[in-house]
């Protein structure tokens, strides 16, 4: 059979769905056909324009509207602004025949059988044999759709679910029809993992699919508990929040988002289709939010929800929150357990359900109440929704942004607790969960050798979860093939001679401890290795340097301390560049600051798309004194090109550092010059990261890796550039544009890039630039605003411009 590729998509469908999945499809590199209907009358520009229904421009109005507002929105539905040019757009009416060239055609558009069906029966004049085509639903039953379909048509046919954001939430539900083929469903499978970089479920035709029927399930659970237990909104947005691995938005700002609207529709079709559903009642909408519903208050889309932005007479800006008792808005109320100050001191989300179920206070019987719900409802989904219960937890994770899936916290809690806490509040769990604990088997997921096994309900064994070959799971190798540890890092073996050095601390924040761990990895990998990966699997690979360490020296006034803690954090930087082994960094999420400047001194970065990265230490009042600023005049200095006016090309690696720039991608960072064009890589799937990283320290390795020399020819311009950039701070300053405190670190950063006040261009060293930087850095550190810059974004989390 040949092999199947997709090099180009129809999208049928501009709405918000429709063009989020267009604009993911163009961010993996696919050439998308995005088509819409055409308008019924002009609108009053069109009429002032004197144009007609017969023009392009108006026939393709709603898509390009459409596709225009998508592109604006934030967060952006696209990796990079030109990837949109991948994507044409049209109408059904005009441009329908262009479906028979696409490789798979995909349809977004309303939420009705009867509609779906005509652009099916549409489609299907066009579409060519064997051309993979689905449905974008989030619940109409599969097999009703493609009723009068031809045989060819319904063996390609199938349900694709995307989450929105399409670019951000990972889950791809596929959900087979009564004919569709397994080639098919195989094929989906793979390509939503490997090149959509999502976590591809195969569920059942049934009504919500698996992520929504839980998801649901779990919110309007909640909806009645805090009734019964006369909760806050806030209350609940606390307990269901970070502390258990949840999205910051947790439950009511989570509606708020998605629109009280979306989840009613999707909670009536469950109640109107799962008749046998034991928990049907809770289906039922409370009288609050029937109440909201009818007042439409919607949420973010209609202004209002559960929360409401209030701005009083002093114009100030308040947030406040909708009283459920009496529907009316309040200030918001902090919400404070004595069961989650418990947990404070737990760092891994997972460790803390055993101890949140204990608590004896009102948070303890909201988890004991809301976990024995969850459990039982997921224990009686399968085999409904799914046969295997991992698929769940799959589905949880990568739709709802849940750290850990049903049966995972179960596990985490005890299997038999869970079974003791479904009891008391006078639950039915399903006879599997009873027979498979009588059998011995005391848990749903186990490690072997490296890799996760689950609970097969069928053959009642342990089974290895598919799936798991392209990936290295961190948290499955770490005990058995740790080489070393200390507080900041575990350094494990990946096996084939490649080592992986894994930051452990808060925020994976880089301090004395993560410095001496990554000195050791290269020591231990130019002894005994072949390579080494810097990698972790946190939510971000790290949000930079350790800044609490720095204030407490500043504040101290131990500069000599301070000044070699610096040039120890240059030096680790310069050791992984100069070593005799390849190292490959693996940004994902936060890189930061120190983080960034790691990445930068990596023989290669392969990077997740989603990488927020840059040189952001303007932001607590100092440069960038961990190399960064010394690299940054190094690759100005390698792009210079003959007939260059290399000071505009300098300017613009300063500016990166002195607006403290953030790439909202990884496609964006080798704009901002962090990352290298034909050097580093980008790959869509987080969790294949680690396993291309170590695949190319190998390959590296293998190729016959020399170690590099270190630089004495970096050219630097010397008082012509310094002159520049004094000349543009002043005017910055004098317009009002930054502070004097800005103008201050910006003229350290100047003399830094420029090389100093050197007469005219000359080649110097890297150290010659290291001990520049060093200098400037440790001189801001003794400015009364950098310390009350660094104690802001301590305290406050955000950066205080003074």
């Known amino acids: 059979?040949?092999?199947?590729?997709?090099?180009?998509?129809?999208?049928?469908?501009?709405?918000?769905?429709?063009?989020?999945?267009?604009?993911?499809?163009?961010?993996?590199?696919?050439?998308?056909?995005?088509?819409?209907?055409?308008?019924?009358?002009?609108?009053?520009?069109?009429?002032?324009?004197?144009?007609?229904?017969?023009?392009?421009?108006?026939?393709?109005?709603?898509?390009?509207?459409?596709?225009?507002?998508?592109?604006?929105?934030?967060?952006?539905?696209?990796?990079?602004?030109?990837?949109?040019?991948?994507?044409?757009?049209?109408?059904?009416?005009?441009?329908?025949?262009?479906?028979?060239?696409?490789?798979?055609?995909?349809?977004?558009?309303?939420?009705?059988?009867?509609?779906?069906?005509?652009?099916?029966?549409?489609?299907?004049?066009?579409?060519?044999?064997?051309?993979?085509?689905?449905?974008?639903?989030?619940?109409?039953?599969?097999?009703?759709?493609?009723?009068?379909?031809?045989?060819?048509?319904?063996?390609?046919?199938?349900?694709?679910?995307?989450?929105?954001?399409?670019?951000?939430?990972?889950?791809?539900?596929?959900?087979?029809?009564?004919?569709?083929?397994?080639?098919?469903?195989?094929?989906?499978?793979?390509?939503?993992?490997?090149?959509?970089?999502?976590?591809?479920?195969?569920?059942?035709?049934?009504?919500?699919?698996?992520?929504?029927?839980?998801?649901?399930?779990?919110?309007?659970?909640?909806?009645?508990?805090?009734?019964?237990?006369?909760?806050?909104?806030?209350?609940?947005?606390?307990?269901?929040?970070?502390?258990?691995?949840?999205?910051?938005?947790?439950?009511?700002?989570?509606?708020?988002?998605?629109?009280?609207?979306?989840?009613?529709?999707?909670?009536?079709?469950?109640?109107?289709?799962?008749?046998?559903?034991?928990?049907?009642?809770?289906?039922?909408?409370?009288?609050?939010?029937?109440?909201?519903?009818?007042?439409?208050?919607?949420?973010?889309?209609?202004?209002?929800?559960?929360?409401?932005?209030?701005?009083?007479?002093?114009?100030k800006k308040e947030i406040l929150s909708l009283d459920l008792n009496t529907l009316e808005y309040r200030s918001s109320k902090k919400a404070k357990f004595q069961t989650l100050e418990l947990t404070k001191s737990v760092d891994k989300v997972i460790d803390r359900f055993k101890i949140l179920i204990t608590g004896k206070d009102k948070a303890g019987d909201f988890y004991r109440k809301t976990f024995a719900a969850l459990f039982a409802y997921v224990s009686n989904r399968i085999p409904e929704i799914s046969d295997d219960l991992y698929k769940i937890d799959d589905a949880m994770k990568a739709g709802f942004g849940w750290e850990h899936g049903p049966f995972q916290i179960w596990d985490a809690i005890g299997v038999e607790k869970g079974l003791e806490l479904i009891k008391s509040e006078g639950l039915q769990v399903a006879d599997w969960v009873n027979n498979?604990?009588?059998?011995?088997?005391?848990?749903?997921?186990?490690?072997?050798?490296?890799?996760?096994?689950?609970?097969?309900?069928?053959?009642?064994?342990?089974?290895?979860?598919?799936?798991?070959?392209?990936?290295?799971?961190?948290?499955?190798?770490?005990?058995?093939?740790?080489?070393?540890?200390?507080?900041?890092?575990?350094?494990?073996?990946?096996?084939?001679?490649?080592?992986?050095?894994?930051?452990?601390?808060?925020?994976?924040?880089?301090?004395?401890?993560?410095?001496?761990?990554?000195?050791?990895?290269?020591?231990?990998?130019?002894?005994?290795f072949e390579g080494l990966v810097i990698g972790n699997q946190g939510a971000n690979f790290s949000v930079g340097a350790n800044i609490g360490m720095i204030f407490m020296m500043a504040v101290e006034q131990e500069y000599e301390e301070l000044n070699a803690a610096i040039r120890y954090f240059q030096d680790t930087m310069m050791r992984m560049r100069y070593s005799s082994i390849p190292t490959v960094s693996t940004p994902h999420g936060m890189a930061l600051g120190g983080a960034c400047e790691l990445s930068m001194h990596a023989d290669k970065v392969v990077a997740a798309a989603e990488t927020y990265m840059g040189l952001v230490e303007f932001g607590v009042g100092v440069i960038p004194g961990g190399a960064g600023s010394k690299e940054m005049a190094l690759r100005a200095s390698d792009t210079f090109r003959k007939g260059d006016v290399e000071l505009n090309v300098l300017q613009e690696y300063f500016l990166t550092i002195g607006m403290a720039k953030v790439s909202t991608s990884a496609y964006e960072a080798f704009d901002l010059g962090v990352l290298q064009k034909g050097k580093d890589i980008v790959v869509v799937n987080k969790d294949r990261q680690i396993a291309t990283a170590k695949a190319h320290a190998k390959l590296m390795a293998d190729a016959g890796y020399t170690q590099p020399v270190k630089r004495k020819d970096v050219k630097v311009l010397g008082k012509q550039a310094l002159a520049m950039f004094l000349v543009g701070t002043d005017a910055m300053e004098d317009s009002n544009y930054i502070s004097a405190h800005d103008h201050k670190i910006a003229n350290k950063l100047a003399y830094v890039m420029a090389g100093g006040d050197l007469s005219e261009p000359t080649l110097v060293s890297e150290q010659y630039l290291l001990d520049l930087e060093r200098e400037a850095f440790l001189s801001l550190c003794t400015e009364r605003k950098t310390l009350e810059r660094i104690q802001h974004m301590l305290t406050k989390g955000k950066p205080l411009r003074n």
Request: charged share 25%; with cysteine; proline share 3%.
């Open 1 to 315: 059979m040949s092999k199947r590729r997709i090099k180009k998509i129809a999208i049928i469908g501009s709405g918000i769905m429709g063009s989020g999945i267009a604009c993911h499809f163009a961010n993996i590199g696919a050439e998308v056909l995005l088509l819409d209907i055409i308008p019924r009358e002009l609108n009053d520009k069109e009429k002032a324009k004197g144009l007609s229904l017969e023009d392009k421009v108006v026939r393709n109005r709603l898509v390009n509207d459409a596709l225009s507002a998508s592109l604006k929105s934030k967060p952006s539905p696209i990796y990079h602004q030109k990837f949109a040019s991948r994507i044409t757009t049209g109408n059904l009416e005009d441009d329908i025949v262009k479906v028979s060239e696409a490789d798979w055609i995909m349809e977004v558009v309303v939420e009705r059988l009867d509609i779906k069906k005509q652009v099916f029966e549409k489609l299907e004049k066009y579409r060519k044999p064997g051309t993979l085509i689905t449905s974008n639903t989030s619940g109409i039953p599969i097999k009703f759709m493609s009723e009068g379909r031809s045989d060819d048509f319904q063996k390609h046919f199938c349900g694709t679910h995307f989450f929105n954001p399409a670019r951000y939430l990972k889950l791809f539900e596929i959900i087979p029809g009564p004919k569709t083929e397994q080639s098919v469903l195989d094929f989906l499978n793979n390509y939503g993992e490997q090149f959509l970089g999502k976590t591809s479920v195969i569920a059942k035709d049934t009504p919500a699919f698996i992520g929504n029927r839980i998801g649901i399930f779990s919110i309007m659970s909640l909806f009645h508990v805090v009734k019964d237990m006369n909760l806050t909104i806030e209350d609940v947005d606390k307990l269901t929040g970070p502390v258990i691995g949840r999205p910051k938005s947790a439950t009511f700002r989570t509606v708020d988002v998605v629109g009280l609207d979306t989840l009613v529709h999707v909670a009536n079709g469950i109640a109107d289709n799962c008749k046998n559903d034991e928990r049907l009642e809770l289906f039922q909408l409370p009288d609050f939010i029937a109440a909201m519903v009818e007042n439409k208050w919607l949420g973010s889309k209609t202004g209002q929800g559960f929360y409401k932005k209030h701005i009083s007479d002093d114009v």
């Open 436 to 528: 498979m604990v009588s059998s011995g088997n005391l848990s749903f997921y186990t490690i072997q050798n490296g890799t996760t096994y689950y609970y097969d309900i069928p053959s009642k064994t342990q089974t290895k979860v598919p799936g798991q070959d392209a990936f290295i799971i961190l948290d499955n190798i770490r005990k058995s093939n740790e080489v070393f540890k200390n507080s900041g890092v575990v350094i494990e073996d990946l096996g084939d001679g490649i080592l992986n050095c894994e930051f452990q601390s808060k925020m994976n924040t880089i301090g004395g401890d993560v410095l001496t761990g990554l000195n050791k990895a290269v020591d231990i990998a130019e002894k005994d």
